[in-house]
């Protein structure tokens, strides 16, 4: 048996998309530094209860003694079922972290819940506490940031057994971050040419941050409020910090020369919120020598300088994704999107200028949302041209302000609904009273399904096209992009009938797989 001091295990429902286990990477790698023993389980099947089976396994091979779940909203029934399962062949503690479990961990903690302890917002500090500590829950009182169950501890009810929150943890100063445990997973299997890393751009492509935190307020993002949980007393973290450039930079090398990835994305909740910050990166990674083309994740209200722009471009930055969410003044200040309709048109003007690609994410179903409103978004999606759009149905997803302003609980069991592409009705946020079903599949046809050609090959750019033809992944890149390009009718014709589908079935919804009774409590 492996002597493991802690699994890391990513849900079975992302098994399939190529993106890699972001925050396992980085957390294994800072936990080794200090000596412990960390393994990473990232299955690769196509089913989820392949995925199941290959996990219990390895448990039971590895032997850990403490297992990690890391899990989204959406993922909730998934990993809930998978922790149920691991319980019964394993005695290790289990935790949970990521988003759900910082801002709900009452959904993880209960009488005889799977998961031991929720690991709130930044992991690196609390989880090294907590494998460098004793397992006994006097102990656990003593660890900042965490939530864990307590059978004799007396809650503000008066009941007996109850949840305990430890106070918030300090933030992690980014120097002392580790380089991602590369090591621990098949990097092989993230060299196959994917479109879920760079929005529908076929691409050998790795993930990595160059920033951590947040400013704003969305209220219908939950980022904020997960930062807020690694607060220095309580009272938010509301600026953002950097990594260091050298580290970066020796990151993006060793990810192109020893890996093979020809391309990069920026994960960073506000890449370019500091224009030094990013005139600092793009200068390093020209001086650098690296050849990876990239992407990365913004505002628009952070490209408003053409010169800035241009520098991008130059560096290797092919697009710019951007949650422009509405068209409407009113809708964007209700969300307190802090941005304008302004801002929006100069971004898209600089990059159209600049050659290069875009992705805009709408929202339909916004809280108080009007024909009116869904008519200016219309005008701005035909005023802005962008490369590529997304347009998904506003969701009240947990510990949002959007969610806490509807005066009810969503129940655990309806979270995989929170995955949908159209919203149940149950959850209507808009004012109008149009299909929002029939509305949303209006709108993806119109700007998403155009053609049975998808267009964004054809305006990728030639310094794309340059390279996948010089990678030496080139026949895996021609065969993906063909494969992708006669597929599209049948795409097409398979969007059409899943839509038709949901029309007729739309309370049932169909699933791979049910949760057991106790993580539905």
């Not at 209960?110 to 709130?120: A, K, L, N, T, W």
């Not at 939530?147 to 809650?155: E, L, S």
């Amino acid at each position: 048996m492996k002597n493991i001091d802690l699994m890391l295990i990513s849900s079975p429902a992302n098994a399939i998309d190529k993106f890699m286990p972001f925050s396992s990477l980085y957390l294994a790698g800072y936990l080794e530094k200090f000596g412990f023993k960390i393994s990473i389980v990232n299955p690769h099947f196509k089913f989820i209860e392949d995925n199941n089976n290959f996990i219990i396994e390895e448990v039971k091979k590895q032997n850990p003694k403490y297992i990690g779940f890391s899990c989204f909203v959406t993922d909730y029934d998934v990993v809930s079922d998978l922790a149920e399962k691991v319980r019964k062949v394993s005695n290790a503690k289990i935790l949970a972290g990521n988003a759900q479990p910082s801002v709900a961990p009452e959904d993880f903690l209960y009488e005889g819940s799977p998961f031991d302890i929720v690991v709130r917002g930044e992991g690196e500090l609390t989880v090294k506490e907590i494998l460098s500590s004793k397992q006994d829950i006097d102990t656990l009182y003593k660890i900042d940031g965490i939530a864990f169950f307590d059978k004799n501890h007396v809650g503000s009810d008066g009941i007996k057994g109850s949840i305990v929150i430890n106070k918030n943890r300090t933030l992690i100063n980014m120097a002392d971050c580790g380089k991602p445990a590369y090591h621990l997973i098949d990097v092989n299997w993230y060299t196959a040419p994917t479109k879920y890393v760079i929005r529908r751009l076929t691409a050998v492509c790795a993930v990595i941050y160059t920033g951590r935190g947040c400013p704003y307020k969305c209220n219908f993002c939950a980022s904020n409020v997960v930062w807020n949980t690694n607060s220095k007393g309580g009272k938010g973290a509301t600026f953002v910090r950097w990594r260091s450039l050298d580290v970066v930079m020796e990151e993006l090398a060793l990810l192109q020369n020893k890996y093979g990835f020809d391309f990069f994305y920026i994960l960073d909740d506000t890449f370019g919120i500091n224009e030094k910050q990013t005139i600092a990166f793009c200068e390093a990674y020209k001086a650098s020598g690296l050849k990876m083309l990239w992407a990365a994740e913004t505002r628009v209200t952070c490209i408003k300088n053409p010169k800035i722009v241009k520098l991008l471009r130059e560096s290797g930055c092919i697009q710019l994704d951007f949650g422009v969410e509405s068209g409407s003044p009113r809708l964007l200040k209700n969300i307190r999107k802090l941005t304008t309709v302004e801002d929006t048109y100069r971004a898209f003007k600089l990059c159209r200028q600049y050659g290069m690609r875009t992705f805009c994410n709408m929202m339909l179903n916004m809280q108080g949302e009007t024909e009116e409103d869904l008519e200016l978004s219309k005008k701005m999606l035909a005023d802005i041209k962008p490369t590529i759009i997304s347009i998904g149905g506003t969701q009240p997803y947990p510990g949002t302000d959007l969610y806490k302003s509807l005066g009810y609980k969503i129940d655990k069991k309806d979270y995989h609904l929170l995955d949908r592409m159209f919203p149940p009705e149950k959850w209507r946020l808009a004012k109008h009273k149009l299909d929002l079903r029939k509305t949303l599949e209006e709108l993806m046809i119109k700007y998403k399904l155009v053609s049975v050609f998808e267009k964004h090959f054809f305006i990728a750019g030639s310094d794309y096209w340059k390279k996948i033809f010089t990678s030496k992944h080139r026949f895996k890149y021609i065969y993906c992009i063909l494969r992708s390009l006669l597929g599209s009718p049948v795409n097409y014709l398979r969007f059409r009938w899943e839509t038709y589908k949901y029309s007729r079935h739309s309370s049932a919804g169909t699933r791979l797989w049910r949760p057991s009774a106790k993580a539905s409590k």
